[in-house]
């Protein structure tokens, strides 16, 4: 089954720039989503496909992937931003992937 | 406004059953293939089960399978996950989540499931 893996944690200054990466097989062939949780709070969808985000959802979250590598920016980071970030792929069969989820924490 | 409210959830003895209910209001239901996820205390995000917008299709976790059954009445706007055979390892919180192309566009806010004697 396709395997998706994430970095455990991301530490980042306010005001800086945040990078997340989701590492699988040539995932740039695939449609990466991104997703938000904060603590005791359900997930929410933040970048999905080709740098698309849901209404409500800042500029400043962004998505690129190439190769094996695909990677959420969030820009000008904030003290709200702070919370865990799952990627998910769907295999192209039958099987949808979740990353083992990021901890991005602002210094 | 997309709602999708879970319901269902409790404590149950393992190898015991429970269905769980997504009551989905804001958006018509059978447009939408839907998706089960869960999440185990202090862990990541797990897919468990998808259902196609008419109902024809079901895939399953291979962790679930043979135990689970998606299903879904569009005409209530709810969809069902059937659970049986329950083990301490489906303890978790269980999220129904609308689909959007190949991924998962909504959440709704969860129902915990406990398996413990």
């Known amino acids: 089954s396709y395997v998706v893996t994430q970095s455990p944690s991301v530490s980042v200054a306010p005001g800086q720039t945040a990078r997340i990466t989701c590492g699988g097989d040539?995932?740039?062939?695939?449609?990466v989503f991104w997703d938000q949780q904060k603590p005791g709070q359900a997930p929410v969808l933040v970048v999905y496909g080709d740098n698309d985000r849901p209404s409500g959802i800042p500029e400043r979250f962004s998505a690129s992937s190439s190769g094996n590598t695909a990677t959420l920016t969030i820009s000008r980071v904030e003290a709200g931003d702070e919370a865990d970030y799952y990627c998910q792929v769907w295999d192209g069969s039958s099987d949808w992937v979740f990353g083992g989820g990021t901890k991005l924490t602002v210094l | 406004q997309v709602q999708l409210v879970e319901s269902g959830g409790g404590v149950v003895q393992p190898g015991g059953s429970l269905t769980l209910s997504c009551s989905v209001s804001g958006i018509t239901l059978s447009r939408y293939g839907m998706h089960w996820v869960r999440q185990a205390p202090g862990k990541g995000l797990e897919w468990v089960a998808y259902?196609?917008?008419?109902?024809?299709?079901?895939y399953y976790a291979d962790s679930v399978g043979g135990r689970f059954t998606i299903s879904r009445d569009n005409s209530k706007s709810t969809l069902y996950l059937q659970m049986n055979s329950l083990r301490s390892e489906d303890t978790a919180v269980y999220y129904c989540a609308r689909a959007h192309g190949t991924g998962i566009g909504h959440w709704g806010q969860g129902t915990l499931v406990t398996v413990s004697s």
């Open positions: 259902i196609k917008s008419d109902g024809s299709n079901k």
């Open positions: 040539n995932i740039g062939s695939k449609s």
